[in-house]
């Protein structure tokens, strides 16, 4: 699906999924442009191609300064699309999400590809999100964005077929 959307070339993608604030994060300019140079400094090193999905708690302006940011090289998806998010997460070879949304970190993990957490400075505590990403850590599922790129392996999380093994174990007694 999203081959219509990216260029056509060799590069390796890197999807960036983007949630959107809430009371712990703020989506301000001055925090998604830190996420965003981070990405930038590591296309220099890397030279992948980056694919920017926003969800439904992206705001506009948000995915506007994406695609002014990053420019023709990169494909910034400008609406929230189901297609292109399951796409992007099929498709790249390292994906980052924000860490304002734990369900979709979870859902990047069915993947079992490198996940990267681009971490938001904490408006105030966000002791709940923090142990969730710690939880992801210690089952080297997630690493941070500003650390070294690399690829890792770990048992890919698809809980929900995990517990209906469990429940059919359970009624066949």
């Known amino acids: ?3 219509s959307f990216i260029k056509n070339d060799e590069r390796k993608i890197f999807a960036l999924i983007m949630g959107g604030p809430n009371k712990y994060y ?9 996420i965003f140079s981070i990405l930038y400094n590591l296309n220099k090193k890397q030279n992948f191609q980056l694919i920017v999905i926003p969800s439904m708690r992206t705001p506009k302006n948000i995915i506007q300064y994406a695609k002014e ?18 796409s992007a997460l099929a498709m790249s070879e390292n994906i980052v999400v924000t860490c304002d949304s734990s369900s979709m970190i979870s859902e990047a993990a069915l993947t079992g ?3 990267y957490v681009a971490n938001i400075l ?14 992801f850590r210690e089952l080297n599922i997630t690493r941070n964005l500003d650390e070294e790129i ?12 995990r517990v209906a093994k469990l429940i059919k174990q359970k009624i066949q007694f």
């Open 69 to 86: 940011f990053f420019g023709e090289n990169h494909t910034i998806i400008m609406d929230v699309d189901k297609k292109a998010y399951l």
């Open 26 to 34: 703020e989506y301000s300019t001055k925090n998604m442009k830190r």
């Open 122 to 135: 904490p408006r105030k505590n966000d002791k709940r999100f923090q142990e969730f990403r710690n939880l």
């Open 1 to 3: 699906y999203l081959k």
């Open 150 to 161: 690399e690829n890792w392996n770990y048992e890919k999380l698809d809980e929900t077929n």
């Open 113 to 115: 590809k490198p996940i």
